[in-house]
């Protein structure tokens, strides 16, 4: 009996293996009859470089991933306006002052949009400008060193969300605020909304050759929700295009409030008349109060200066600069073709995606074919601009993007799907499903005269069974298609760093030759900096002591320190002395209240320790750096607060 | 009760192995104290007993950017001192005048080594521990601790040699 059950047993785990294995089998013949040569349009072999770089943003993690388009492969997560412990971004005494705010020390946020330089209306590579949404901010990547180098802060805003967009030769990145909001800020009854809130569009100028930003002035608008906006190029270079919604200015329940008229605007910009107005005098200088945070390079680190003022514009003072385009139903994409010629808006609630030209909103401007106004702003009339409308393509349509052969590419969030239409005959082409609920999506160059069009990647928030579960909490996703051909072709889809609102693309041989490989030690101006281990030492300052130590494999200088007390404030001043490429330390001590540094060739970083214990504590290299990575260590000695200890260092002989 | 005795050998050779390099213990502080295992020099010293940094070949170029280099029979001394400016800034922390740190120091290498040698190794040292038998040597002999590559320039590397013509 209990050799036929065991037998029985033993015939069905076979023939469940083997019947498990037939599917296994007939599966993976479908899916590869189904998918060809998908897996190898996204293989790019052990050592090869992927072609196009990925800047995506981190949502809620406030960072910035940079991935590898086709093979999807993650590279690095540049903190933003996160603090992060890897790298001591806003941890190590350098980089504190870049998330300084009006509000104090801000070590979070929300990052929204990337978007790359451009000269000419084609991306050059040089910078990344991404927005902070939730303490409204706009920062600036270096893609020289891949690290975050300005902040500035946007006063009078609230959601920083229509941002942050550069216009065809980064005269301008441009954050226009969601929330409208009392301007200047006040204590004063939220009910009275309506009329008094303000809607400020920022247009922060960026000089040409080191990229560094100012607010050269906020258009302060009616009380709408500026939800998204794009630049115009080519023919429409000098105007921004601003989505609104909530053009009913409610503040409660929303959700129903602010879906009530049957259409919102696109705001149209003519930023190059009010730049004339204001370099001629014009404009209002109003009391502000703004954090303007600067990285050196050459001093390896930040400073932060409290702006005080900033110069207002009220869209009135400028006729002919501002103009609304009626467009159903709060629209959320507002997207320029790379002519410059159509601006499509996805009204979230709509059935069609409306697309305006811009050429019959200048006849229309000209012929004051008016609806209305709001606010003393002209209204014009909703067919006189109107070029053509994509019929019924999808639910909830969210963004649009554009190649290079006349087709756009939009996202529907709640029928989970890209669709692309034939610009200019408005016919729907191809529909390819998302997993799931995709918000943007991104073409390298999409937002620019010139796109390469070969992927679309589309960015979901919602990933369900795609993945592994981990819990209730799953990550986010992208999805990359060919779009080389007339049907898009689903080709691999990954995880990502938080929650994916937008992206950037660019060709590699535009970012990978300027991309450095050290610093030089010749060019430190870092206050702190030991340039060579004769420059090393220990300075005590009543109760703060500085230790000016330095790195190379594989020892530090000075590696034995006595001399320091309880209650002391500590810093270790430390300078990386290797010249080589990919040769980072690291370094912490038991108890620090902060993170490891993580020093590049050349780099100087300070970590502050207050030491609260006497003894003999070590300090060790936390990035192994080479064969006698685990030999790279040191001591610190702690003596009592009134003990006479004196203060001495070593390296490579007894403290005597 | 032979298994012990070869586990125990086992763990008394790793340990002298380990501590081969400390010669300049204090023996009267150092408790732990054992002899060197006279087998374990053996192996290397199959040719002599001189050590790679001592040992003197004066033909090998090594492997690197440097084929043929002339050398002046005078010490150019504007060069030399250019040298020693570019030596204290990058070299330092490895490398001191008249003791061995943590790499050899530098004071009469041109009498064992050719300049087009010393020349690779500061341009190249990690393809000379790969491809010169004497660089990977040298790296034994000095605990497995690579020489990093201070990014000279050529002129930079060449000026170094020079100011090492002048230590004796």
Not at chain 1, 314 to 338: E, F, Q, R, W
Not at chain 1, 403 to 415: M, P, Q, V
Not at chain 2, 90 to 109: S, V, Y
Request: hydrophobic share 35%.
């Amino acid at each position: 009996m209990k050799n036929l059950l065991k037998s029985i047993v033993a015939i069905v785990s076979v023939s469940v293996a083997f019947t498990s294995c037939n599917n296994a089998t007939s599966s993976d013949s479908k899916s590869g009859a189904l998918a060809g040569n998908v897996a190898e349009k996204v293989y790019v072999a052990p050592g090869e470089h992927d072609e196009f770089y990925a800047f995506v943003s981190g949502g809620f993690s406030g960072q910035l991933a940079v991935y590898g388009l086709p093979s999807g492969r993650l590279f690095k997560v540049i903190p933003v306006f996160s603090q992060d412990a890897e790298k001591a971004y806003g941890y190590n005494e350098e980089t504190k002052p870049m998330l300084n705010t009006s509000h104090g020390f801000v070590p979070w946020d929300d990052s929204h949009h990337p978007d790359i330089s451009q000269t000419e209306g084609v991306i050059d590579g040089r910078w990344v400008f991404i927005n902070g949404n939730n303490t409204p901010r706009i920062a600036k990547i270096d893609l020289s060193t891949f690290e975050t180098t300005e902040i500035i802060e946007v006063p009078n805003s609230a959601g920083n969300h229509s941002s942050s967009f550069v216009t065809e030769n980064t005269e301008y990145v441009v954050a226009g605020t969601r929330f409208s909001v009392p301007v200047p800020q006040r204590d004063m009854p939220i009910k009275d909304y309506k009329g008094n809130f303000k809607g400020a569009l920022t247009f922060i100028s960026v000089e040409p050759e080191h990229g560094n930003m100012d607010i050269k002035f906020q258009l302060i608008m009616p009380g709408f929700d500026y939800d998204l906006s794009h630049p115009g190029r080519g023919k429409s270079h000098g105007w921004f295009f601003f989505s609104t919604y909530n053009t009913e200015e409610a503040s409660t329940l929303m959700e129903v409030n602010a879906s009530q008229n049957d259409k919102d605007f696109i705001a149209a910009v003519n930023w190059k008349k009010i730049e004339e107005y204001v370099n001629n005098g014009g404009g209002t200088m109003m009391p502000a109060n703004y954090a303007h945070n600067v990285y050196d390079e050459a001093t390896h680190s930040a400073t932060s200066t409290m702006k005080k003022e900033v110069l207002t514009v009220n869209p009135l003072d400028v006729p002919g600069a501002v103009y609304l385009m009626p467009t159903p139903k709060s629209p959320h994409g507002c997207d320029v073709d790379p002519t410059g010629e159509y601006i499509v808006g996805s009204g979230k609630l709509s059935a069609n995606l409306t697309i305006h030209s811009f050429t019959k909103m200048l006849d229309a401007i000209e012929n004051e074919k008016f609806a209305g106004d709001a606010y003393g702003i002209p209204i014009i009339e909703f067919e006189a601009s109107l070029a053509g409308v994509v019929e019924q393509p999808g639910l909830g349509p969210l963004h649009t993007e554009f190649d290079d052969k006349g087709n756009a590419y939009t996202t529907f969030f709640i029928s989970s799907e890209v669709v692309k239409w034939k610009v200019g005959t408005w016919e729907v082409i191809d529909r390819q499903p998302t997993y799931y609920s995709v918000g943007h999506l991104m073409i390298p160059g999409g937002n620019s005269r010139k796109p390469f069009g070969k992927y679309v990647l589309a960015m979901n928030k919602i990933t369900k069974d795609r993945y592994l579960p981990t819990g209730p909490e799953v990550t986010q996703s992208a999805q990359l298609y060919d779009i080389s051909g007339e049907k898009m072709q689903l080709l691999l889809d990954f995880p990502t760093v938080g929650e994916p609102h937008y992206a950037a693309g660019a060709p590699a041989d535009i970012i990978k030759p300027r991309s450095k490989k050290l610093f030089n030690l010749e060019d430190n101006e870092h206050p702190y900096a030991a340039k060579t281990e004769a420059d090393t030492k220990v300075v005590r300052d009543g109760k703060t002591v500085h230790i000016y130590m330095t790195t190379i494999r594989s020892h530090f200088s000075p590696d034995n320190i006595e001399g320091i007390k309880v209650g002391d404030k500590v810093y270790f001043h430390v300078t990386n002395l290797e010249q080589d490429y990919d040769v980072p330390h690291g370094i912490s001590i038991i108890g620090a209240n902060t993170s490891e540094l993580l020093i590049m060739p050349g780099q100087t970083e300070t970590f502050a320790w207050e030491p609260k214990q006497e003894g003999v504590w070590p300090f060790y290299c936390t990035d192994f750096c080479s064969a006698l990575h685990q030999e790279m260590q040191g001591y610190v000695r702690v003596s009592a607060a009134n003990s006479n200890t004196p203060l001495r260092w070593s390296l490579g002989e007894d403290i005597e | 009760m032979k298994s012990t005795l070869k586990i125990l050998t086992l763990v008394i050779t790793l340990l002298a192995l380990s501590c081969g390099g400390g010669e300049e213990k204090k023996e009267e502080k150092t408790k732990v104290q054992l002899k060197r295992q006279p087998t374990t020099k053996k192996v290397e010293s199959k040719s002599n007993d001189t050590k790679p940094s001592e040992t003197i070949d004066l033909t090998n170029k090594g492997v690197g950017p440097i084929t043929s280099l002339d050398i002046t029979a005078d010490v150019d001394q504007a060069m030399a001192t250019k040298g020693k400016d570019v030596y204290d800034k990058m070299c330092t922390a490895c490398h001191r005048i008249g003791k061995k740190f943590i790499g050899p120091a530098p004071n009469g290498i041109l009498e064992r080594r050719t300049p087009e040698w010393v020349m690779n190794m500061i341009l190249d040292p990690e393809g000379m521990t790969q491809k010169d038998p004497l660089a990977k040597a040298l790296l034994m002999e000095f605990n497995g601790s690579p020489m990093a590559n201070q990014n000279l320039t050529e002129d930079e590397a060449r000026a170094v040699l020079e100011y090492f013509r002048t230590l004796k």
